[in-house]
């Protein structure tokens, strides 16, 4: 098992950083602030993952401008990763966690996403030595990508809910 701390060195950025404090490997920032795209890079890959409709959760993920994987969201609460392999991957969490984990095909969870209840800026990621090397990063930036839009879709919906109740 491989655990991968991250971290938002600027608590209101979009950019996070995945790897110990003095030695990242890898990082996502988002595009902009109001944006729901999202660049993922390290020294072996390099992915943008394009939100293509943020009613529908569908993603899809470019490496050199090609497409190498999309994402949907055939039920709440649960998004499926395609593969051109054929694999797939489905990321759960229960409602309003802010807890995630990726299954793959044969119902193995593979990976983990963590963080406090408090601590927006730091979490944890454990990846299971059965993800297949060739889909690590894959999984790791897009789990990650989807956890990010799907907490802040979840902030968006309580701060709603809240100004409806104190303006009645």
Do not use: C
Not at 29 to 49: K, Q, R
Not at 86 to 108: K, P, Q
Not at 156 to 161: N, P, Q, R
Request: avoid cysteine; aromatic fraction near 14%; charge should be negative.
């Amino acid at each position: 098992m491989e655990t991968i701390p991250w971290s938002q060195p600027k608590l209101f950025s979009k950019h996070y950083v995945f790897g110990a404090e003095l030695e990242p490997f890898a990082e996502l920032a988002f595009t902009g602030i109001w944006s729901n795209d999202a660049v993922y890079t390290s020294e072996t890959a390099s992915y943008f993952l394009n939100m293509r409709s943020s009613f529908k959760n569908e993603v899809d993920i470019l490496e050199n401008g090609r497409p190498v994987a999309d994402v949907s969201m055939p039920s709440w609460g649960k998004y499926t990763l395609r593969l051109p392999s054929g694999r797939w991957y489905t990321l759960a969490s229960d409602m309003f966690s802010n807890s995630y984990r990726w299954i793959n095909e044969a119902g193995e969870e593979l990976a983990w996403y963590s963080q406090g209840l408090l601590d927006v800026a730091h979490g944890t990621i454990r990846l299971s030595e059965r993800v297949p090397a060739e889909d690590r990063e894959l999984l790791l930036s897009t789990g990650f990508f989807l956890k990010q839009n799907s907490d802040q879709t979840v902030l968006l919906i309580l701060a709603l809910l809240f100004f409806f109740v104190i303006t009645r």
